[in-house]
């Protein structure tokens, strides 16, 4: 069985002042919460700070990249193993605004996920077309290139173990989402990708997220299809009440 996963993007908001008084508040609103894992991805300036007060909480913490090299003259980056120890499990790589504005492509995610995954970081691996792939017809095309590329030389076991987010370019930040019919979609053809790529195993455990204006009012239904298995969530993750409201979308 896979654990829904819920994760919080906040991208290039809040202090690390805010983030603590965040997850304060967020604390007692998630408390009863067992049906599914809870993931919070703030700026790498609220990591240290968060690990403590996250600890015993049963919310995870992840960043939003990282560099794949462990340590050198890299002016500006962050290592997988300054990840760990500052207390992630997780690690969001190959996110479209990485690929947008920092050029990042599926060779350069895939040593990213390779170096994550060497340093025990699970990583949360982006993908999804934009708004012009989507009404020329070629979404599977493009998703399918970035879901192999993104994968290659990565052994069945570890791609089993991690989590692949489809968000759609046009659906983020923008209030549309995708509807739950096509996110399945979608989906279920990531599914089927992994599978081709490491047999009905690996496909059966990898856990799939939609993500693109999630929000409390489409939670439910979002997470109610049978390939859906949690939720990568920008904007409405920055306010405790309704990043809640999406955690507790059984309620
Ligand atoms: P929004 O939920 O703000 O659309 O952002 C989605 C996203 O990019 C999460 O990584």
Known sequence: ??????????????????????????KPLVAGARHCEIVICPPYTSLEVLAPALAGTGISLGAQNMFWEAEGAYTGEISPGMLSAAGCRYVILGH???????GESDEIINR????????????????GEKLAQRE????????????????AGIAAADAARMVIAYEPVWAIGTGKTSSSQDAEEVISFIRGVVEELYGPGSAADVRLQYGGSVKPGNA?????MS????????GASLDPVSFAQIV????
């Not at 439910?220 to 109610?224: I, K, P, Q, V």
């Not at 507790?248 to 309620?251: D, L, M, Q, V």
């Open 1 to 26: 069985m896979r654990q829904p996963i819920i994760a919080g993007n906040w991208k290039m908001y809040k202090t690390a002042a805010e983030a603590v008084e965040f997850v304060r508040d967020l």
């Open 112 to 127: 990213k996920i390779k170096a994550a995954l060497i340093n025990g970081l699970i990583p949360i691996f982006c993908v």
């Open 227 to 234: 390939n859906i298995d949690g939720a990568l969530v920008g």
């Open 96 to 102: 479209s605004e990485r690929r947008e504005y920092f």
């Open 220 to 224: 439910r239904e979002l997470m109610g």
């Open 248 to 251: 507790n979308y059984p309620a």
């Open 136 to 151: 020329e017809g070629v979404t599977t095309q493009v998703v399918r290139k970035q879901v192999t590329g993104g994968l």
